[in-house]
């Protein structure tokens, strides 16, 4: 697409060095940096900005006001032997940042869909593979490393330099810290760290800022207490857990025993004691 310096469309301004197609979708007062590529059927909502050298794939859906910096890859082939070239998306919500380099492919199979919500912060070389599922408000640190078919919840908050295996699901609220292999389901509301990784204690500063009640983390600390501090087994603590009225009467503790029924990988473990 060729375009005289900065033309304006609508209040959109691109770059003369950038390769718009005609046929992607550009909304109202978007900026496209030099040397962006935006393939054909992207699709790009109002007031977002697109840094230099960025790609902007075909299977691109990218939501208002987000930034997008200096050489991403949004919607790429996904990094999949059984992708045959079938049409699928990357799919962004509003307000997002996409920080320098990281890679956003979308997904595989006819129809496949990568999702990452509004307000997330995505910082630089991060990878989110084919088919994963990233919620509202999340923070993945630079380096995070996701394989294919990964969830995270909302308001999770992932440490830098940390590889995620295929199909774990991490919960909402919790906090995993840097440099971890993350192999097993993250429970929400929790901290995770060391190596391998293991439950650290409850998320209560976390949980604390963004308004959470005290007599809901007091229950989720007891709740906790029982899954990883007791001599029970996690069946057990489940079951010790639902025979607690004060306990079931507490959402965000059905929202524990719901991800743990759900759980296909298993759930982290906690700290070993000395016997």
Do not use: W
């Not at 550009?26 to 059927?41: K, L, Q, R």
């Not at 949004?74 to 070239?85: E, F, M, R, T, V």
């Not at 409850?202 to 007091?218: A, T």
């Amino acid at each position: 697409m060729s375009l005289p310096a900065h033309t304006t469309i609508m209040s959109t301004k691109i770059n003369p060095r950038a390769e718009v197609s005609p046929k992607a979708v550009i909304g109202t007062n978007v900026s496209i940096g030099p040397f962006a590529i935006i393939e054909d059927g992207a699709v790009i909502d109002d007031y977002t900005d697109i840094g230099g050298n960025a790609y902007i794939g075909t299977g691109a859906r990218i939501g208002k006001e987000c930034r997008i910096h200096h050489g991403a890859i949004i919607g790429h082939q996904p990094q999949d032997l059984k992708y045959a070239d079938e049409p699928t998306t990357c799919e962004i919500g509003d307000r997002t940042i996409v920080r320098e380099y990281a890679t956003l492919h979308r997904g595989t199979g006819d129809g496949g869909r990568t999702i990452i919500g509004s307000d997330c912060f995505i910082m630089g070389y991060v990878h989110i593979a084919h088919d994963c599922i990233i919620g509202n408000h999340v923070i993945l640190a630079n380096a995070v490393m996701m394989a294919g078919h990964c969830i995270v919840e909302d308001f999770a908050n992932i440490g830098g330099i940390t590889p995620i295996h295929q199909f774990v699901h991490i919960g909402q609220h919790c906090m995993v810290g840097g440099g971890s292999r993350v192999r097993k389901d993250v429970p929400p509301y929790i901290l995770a760290g060391s190596e391998p990784l293991i439950y650290e204690g409850l998320n209560v500063v976390g949980l604390r800022r963004r308004g959470f009640p005290s007599s809901v983390i007091e229950a989720l600390e007891n709740a906790y207490t029982l899954i990883y501090s007791s001599k029970l087994n996690v069946s057990q603590a489940v079951g010790k857990i639902k025979e607690d009225p004060a306990l079931m009467s507490v959402v965000e503790v059905q929202s524990v025993l719901s991800f743990i029924s759900q759980s296909e990988r298993g759930i982290i473990s906690g700290r070993r004691h000395p016997h």
